[in-house]
Nanobody, 124 residues
């Protein structure tokens, strides 16, 4: 098992940057693909980005391509989400999640372990 814990959220002006971190305790972090999802008030939790176990392959929501970068450091059991050129519509609670085995990286139902979330607010 892994237990993700997010950090790094906050309030930022439009056009600014934030870096989210997700530290996942457990001895088998490198066995899991990792994903970031977000949930705005009154909306569903949606896919943002994911990275495979080795870090060689990444996946992104179209609207964040070129602005967000996901990466991981398996030696530190940590996955990151660098967010640049932030927009008010990026405002949401951001969740980190872990997925083992096959299945779509874009499907939240494939992820077994979730963090508690971190709030990102982008002001206009």
């Amino acid at each position: 098992q892994v237990h993700p814990v997010e950090s790094g959220g906050g309030l930022v002006q439009a056009g600014g940057s934030l870096r989210l971190s997700c530290a996942a305790s457990g001895p088998t972090f490198s066995d899991y693909a990792m994903g970031w999802f977000r949930q705005a008030p009154g909306k569903e939790r949606n896919f943002v980005a994911a990275i495979n176990r080795s870090g060689a392959t990444t996946y992104y929501l179209d609207s964040v391509k070129g602005r967000f970068t996901i990466s991981r450091d398996n030696a530190k059991n940590t996955v990151y989400l660098q967010m640049n050129s932030l927009k008010p519509e990026d405002t949401a609670v951001y969740f980190c999640a872990a997925k083992r085995g096959y299945g779509s990286h874009y499907d939240r139902r494939q992820y077994s372990y979730w963090g508690q979330g971190t709030q990102v607010t982008v002001s206009s």
